[in-house]
């Protein structure tokens, strides 16, 4: 399976085709972007699911309690979207997992602090401070390979 992942090219595209200030068209992309993020976070009831709203709550050198596992992402990225489900689907099946979703472009110290270079980008924390990175969504779809990757984690000392 290939690889795909959105980069700052990809950013830089979407920016470009609003970029004839057309007003109402950059307002209609804000706006269905708005919904979009809206509709997904209202669908999660998942007690172990987050989206990250705290630009400084997670960094590399942390210590956390139990496997957590951030999905760095964002609203204009077609194979973020195309992950999402997967993600969710992943967050049901473990509930004694953190799984954490952060945007990119709401927080980008947090993506810089990872160092984020493409999305989507997984970056999997274990409590013994071990962190594996997945760009792109080749190691991450579908679903099957996703748990497998979850699975070791738990596994691993």
């Known amino acids: 399976m290939a690889m795909t992942a959105c980069s700052k090219a990809d950013k830089a595209a979407a920016d ?5 200030n057309d007003i109402a068209k ?4 804000a706006a269905n972007a708005s919904a979009e993020v809206e509709a997904g976070i209202a669908g999660q ?3 172990n699911f987050t989206v990250l709203k705290d ?9 956390v309690e139990r496997l957590t596992i951030l999905d760095f992402n964002a ?3 077609g194979p973020c979207r195309q992950f999402a489900p997967v993600f969710d689907n992943a967050a049901e099946m473990f509930p004694g997992v953190d799984f954490v979703s952060v945007d990119t472009d ?3 110290q947090t993506a810089e602090a990872f160092g984020v270079n493409g999305i ?3 970056a999997v924390i274990r409590p013994n401070g071990k962190i594996d990175n997945y760009v792109g969504t080749g190691d991450l779809m579908p679903i099957e390979k996703f748990a497998k990757i979850i699975t070791d984690a738990l596994e691993a000392k």
């Open 120 to 122: 989507p980008h997984v």
């Open 26 to 29: 950059v307002e209609r992309v």
């Open 75 to 77: 609203t204009w990225c």
């Open 45 to 47: 009831e998942h007690k």
């Open 106 to 108: 709401v927080n980008p």
């Open 55 to 63: 630009d400084s709550k997670y960094r590399p050198d942390m210590k």
């Open 16 to 20: 470009e085709a609003v970029g004839d």
